[in-house]
């Protein structure tokens, strides 16, 4: 599905965009307006579709809109669609599985963490924090692994497929719907039913499978979510670069097992460094995983790029290759700020990426999925039409030079 470019760099983002006022409405009204979000669902679709093609995108998806209309996230969505997870209370006694997102800025920044604000930027339909300083309430209830875990969800992923398929009719974009990674299902969640850990990730990356299979069977790309892979190293504070590379190559295992069978000409794994809105200094630097994350069998790797913390990290590209016939999709405009990225500035990042991996070997992404991570609708939107608007600049310098 995916070819080398023949004469630009292809645009996508990705996956959460802002959803019309209306249709929002009547998602916060929840299950008593569940025929009349069924009704408007359709529409919402083919307008996010139409927006993301004035934008100028070339692989688009829903918005993920289908997931929000069943009442679910970017991650909480799945925990409708698997059989052995239960909620459970939290036990205030039990030591938790791992630290909290960005524990290691935490010991740095201990004032910032004790404010709230770290949590800023990470979701929701006003960025949490900025409005409502001091720590976020305690969580007192958990997902836990309490039985055989098996995917139920079926009916739930054709719907996700056919509000794509019918949006796109007539259209010359390609469809991609995000679905979440088997570690960021299950690394993070209490097992209690499996008898180690192996087994229990093994069983997630089968249930996850599939999902996605209905997604690569209906023609479209599927795009692994799988922050895991570099937040780890925030969850983990324990660890050193070496335990955690030891950690990783278990996980590209588990992803990799996920999607044994599947096309991988129609798989994107994407990853990034959490989306708070927090210092950031203590992440993991791609130079450290990058050779890891490669090994993963998939056709586009789409990495976090733009932010302050790793825009620098493009020269990471030169010494670790790509695998034959696969492409890059670094982030070239971001969450992390409201102001929108200037188009030359897109180019000129896209040009930096092409020097190191090939112009015919570079698609232009986002850094994570903006719609709820960003300030308002309009900026998501213009950040988008300064995303192609980059891409056209770059491609036109680079297929100039021949």
Same mark, same amino acid.
């Given at each position: 599905?995916?070819?080398?470019?023949?004469?630009?760099?292809?645009?996508?983002?990705?996956?959460?965009?802002?959803?019309?006022?209306?249709?929002?409405?009547?998602?916060?009204?929840?299950?008593?307006?569940?025929?009349?979000?069924?009704?408007?669902?359709?529409?919402?679709?083919?307008?996010?579709?139409?927006?993301?093609?004035?934008?100028?995108?070339?692989?688009?998806?829903?918005?993920?809109?289908?997931?929000?209309?069943?009442?679910?996230?970017?991650?909480?969505?799945?925990?409708?669609?698997?059989?052995?997870?239960?909620?459970?209370?939290?036990?205030?006694?039990?030591?938790?599985?791992?630290?909290?997102?960005?524990?290691?800025?935490?010991?740095?920044?201990?004032?910032?963490?004790?404010?709230?604000?770290?949590?800023?930027?990470?979701?929701?339909?006003?960025?949490?924090?900025?409005?409502?300083?001091?720590?976020?309430?305690?969580?007192?209830?958990?997902?836990?692994?309490?039985?055989?875990?098996?995917?139920?969800?079926?009916?739930?992923?054709?719907?996700?497929?056919?509000?794509?398929?019918?949006?796109?009719?007539?259209?010359?974009?390609?469809?991609?719907?995000?679905?979440?990674?088997?570690?960021?299902?299950?690394?993070?969640?209490?097992?209690?039913?499996?008898?180690?850990?192996?087994?229990?990730?093994?069983?997630?990356?089968?249930?996850?499978?599939?999902?996605?299979?209905?997604?690569?069977?209906?023609?479209?790309?599927?795009?692994?979510?799988?922050?895991?892979?570099?937040?780890?190293?925030?969850?983990?504070?324990?660890?050193?670069?070496?335990?955690?590379?030891?950690?990783?190559?278990?996980?590209?295992?588990?992803?990799?097992?996920?999607?044994?069978?599947?096309?991988?000409?129609?798989?994107?794994?994407?990853?990034?460094?959490?989306?708070?809105?927090?210092?950031?200094?203590?992440?993991?630097?791609?130079?450290?995983?990058?050779? #890891?994350?490669?090994?993963?069998?998939?056709?586009?790797?789409?990495?976090?790029?733009?932010?302050?913390?790793?825009?620098?990290?493009?020269?990471?590209?030169?010494?670790?290759?790509?695998?034959?016939?696969?492409?890059?999709?670094?982030?070239?405009?971001?969450?992390?700020?409201?102001?929108?990225?200037?188009?030359?500035?897109?180019?000129?990042? #896209?040009?930096?990426?092409?020097?190191?991996?090939?112009?015919?070997?570079?698609?232009?992404?986002?850094?994570?999925?903006?719609?709820?991570?960003?300030?308002?609708?309009?900026?998501?939107?213009?950040?988008?039409?300064?995303?192609?608007?980059?891409?056209? #600049?770059?491609?036109?310098?680079?297929?100039?030079?021949?």
């Amino acid at each position: 599905m995916m070819q080398p470019n023949v004469d630009r760099i292809p645009t996508s983002h990705g996956g959460n965009l802002p959803r019309p006022e209306a249709f929002d409405a009547l998602l916060m009204e929840g299950e008593r307006r569940r025929e009349a979000i069924v009704a408007a669902l359709p529409g919402a679709v083919d307008d996010v579709i139409a927006r993301q093609v004035d934008c100028g995108l070339d692989i688009v998806n829903d918005g993920e809109y289908v997931k929000a209309a069943g009442g679910g996230n970017y991650g909480s969505y799945i925990f409708g669609r698997l059989a052995g997870y239960s909620l459970e209370p939290v036990d205030p006694t039990q030591e938790p599985k791992r630290d909290i997102s960005g524990a290691r800025d935490r010991d740095e920044f201990p004032g910032f963490y004790e404010s709230g604000l770290w949590y800023s930027g990470s979701g929701g339909p006003i960025r949490p924090g900025f409005s409502t300083p001091g720590a976020p309430p305690p969580v007192t209830k958990e997902y836990v692994c309490t039985g055989p875990l098996a995917y139920t969800g079926h009916d739930a992923i054709a719907a996700d497929v056919a509000a794509i398929v019918d949006g796109l009719r007539g259209r010359d974009q390609i469809g991609f719907i995000a679905a979440l990674g088997p570690l960021s299902l299950a690394a993070g969640r209490r097992n209690e039913h499996y008898p180690d850990e192996e087994s229990y990730l093994v069983a997630a990356a089968e249930a996850m499978r599939e999902e996605y299979r209905a997604i690569t069977d209906a023609g479209l790309v599927l795009q692994i979510d799988e922050p895991e892979f570099t937040t780890g190293w925030q969850f983990h504070p324990e660890f050193d670069v070496d335990q955690y590379r030891f950690y990783l190559e278990r996980c590209v295992e588990v992803i990799n097992h996920s999607t044994d069978g599947l096309p991988r000409d129609q798989i994107r794994i994407h990853t990034c460094w959490g989306s708070g809105h927090r210092p950031h200094t203590q992440d993991i630097e791609l130079r450290h995983i990058a050779d #890891l994350f490669v090994k993963i069998r998939a056709q586009v790797y789409a990495v976090e790029s733009s932010n302050v913390r790793h825009a620098h990290e493009w020269r990471v590209w030169e010494d670790v290759k790509l695998p034959e016939g696969t492409k890059l999709m670094p982030g070239v405009v971001g969450h992390a700020t409201d102001l929108v990225e200037h188009p030359e500035l897109v180019a000129e990042r #896209l040009l930096r990426f092409a020097s190191v991996v090939g112009k015919e070997h570079l698609e232009a992404g986002t850094d994570c999925g903006i719609g709820s991570r960003v300030g308002h609708a309009e900026v998501v939107w213009a950040k988008l039409r300064a995303l192609s608007q980059g891409a056209a #600049l770059a491609s036109a310098e680079l297929w100039r030079r021949g």
